[in-house]
């Protein structure tokens, strides 16, 4: 997590603030790949150059949406503010992702992360809602929009 460290009164009053934007992370042909043979989706798009090239609008490879996706956990070490009191963070899971645009092979993404929504469930949970935009360095479009939740467990 960022640096920032907040107490839950703080955090929501962040609610519907931009909390910032990560640092680039690349997406080269060895991440590509790495990711094809982790996730066992080797599909030609995303490890064929040649064929990709020819056969696709992409003029290349582009990553799997997934990887993309996947970076969010990274992207959110940069961004998003330690809660004061949290014994764990579990992902909860996604609302209304959408893969707007694909990510070439040796581009750069980052995440843009807005706090959307803080609720408290019982005396020591918070839901969280992030609202985060992914974006390719050089391309008005976005790659990704999404809505993360995470629930993090407070200490009594």
Not at 52 to 58: D, G, H, L, M, V
Not at 95 to 107: A, E, I, Q
Not at 112 to 124: H, I, M, Q, T, W
Request: aromatic residues 8%; negative net charge; glycine residues 8%.
């Amino acid at each position: 997590m960022s640096n920032n460290t907040l107490n839950v009164e703080q955090l929501q009053a962040k609610v519907g603030e931009d909390l910032g934007t990560s640092r680039w992370f690349p997406v080269d042909q060895s991440r590509i790949d790495a990711f094809a043979d982790l996730t066992e989706d080797p599909q030609w798009i995303h490890v064929d150059p040649e064929r990709a090239a020819k056969e696709t609008p992409f003029g290349g490879t582009i990553a799997h949406g997934f990887l993309s996706l996947s970076l969010l956990s990274a992207m959110a070490m940069d961004v998003v503010p330690s809660i004061q009191g949290t014994v764990m963070g579990i992902n909860y899971g996604f609302d209304k992702v959408r893969f707007l645009n694909p990510v070439r092979s040796g581009s750069k993404v980052r995440g843009n992360f807005k706090l959307a929504s803080v609720e408290p469930r019982g005396d020591n949970q918070l839901l969280i809602r992030y609202a985060i935009s992914v974006e390719i360095d050089g391309v008005d479009k976005p790659a990704i929009a999404c809505e993360w939740l995470s629930l993090i467990i407070l200490g009594e």
